[in-house]
């Protein structure tokens, strides 16, 4: 049982990705996104309850949609009018203990998958 993202890539300023995780044996109650740019932190972006609720980062509030499909166990996030400050790997999370953009809430993380956005 693994996390795979995937929908990573290179984008110019203004555009848009759809990332996606397959969360098999782990499509648990709390799932979020996290990212991680060069040289900084990883940080919060999304969490979403198995209900639907949905927490964002106020950097991506308006511009990016967590989602899940828990029929398919599949966790997404969709980035619109994306900004150059946004690159960085993103990676997906299960298994949190609450509706929350820290890292130390949740258990099981995916590898990531690279987004790059340029000017």
């Known amino acids: 049982a693994q996390l795979v993202e995937s929908g990573g890539g290179s984008v110019q300023a203004g555009g848009s990705l759809r990332l996606s995780c397959a969360a098999s044996?782990?499509?648990?109650?709390?799932q979020g996104w996290f990212r991680q740019a060069p040289g900084k932190e990883r940080e919060g972006v999304a969490s979403?309850?198995?209900?639907?609720?949905?927490l964002y980062a106020d950097p991506v509030k308006g511009r990016f949609t967590i989602s899940r499909d828990n029929a398919e166990n599949t966790l997404y996030l969709q980035m619109d009018s994306l900004k150059p400050e946004d690159t960085g790997m993103y990676y997906c999370?299960?298994?949190?203990?609450?509706?929350?953009?820290?890292?130390?809430?949740?258990?099981?993380w995916g590898q990531g998958t690279q987004v790059a956005v340029s000017s």
């Open positions: 979403i309850s198995r209900s639907g609720n949905t």
């Open positions: 044996a782990y499509n648990t109650y709390y």
């Open positions: 999370a299960t298994g949190g203990s609450a509706l929350s953009l820290e890292s130390s809430d949740f258990r099981h």
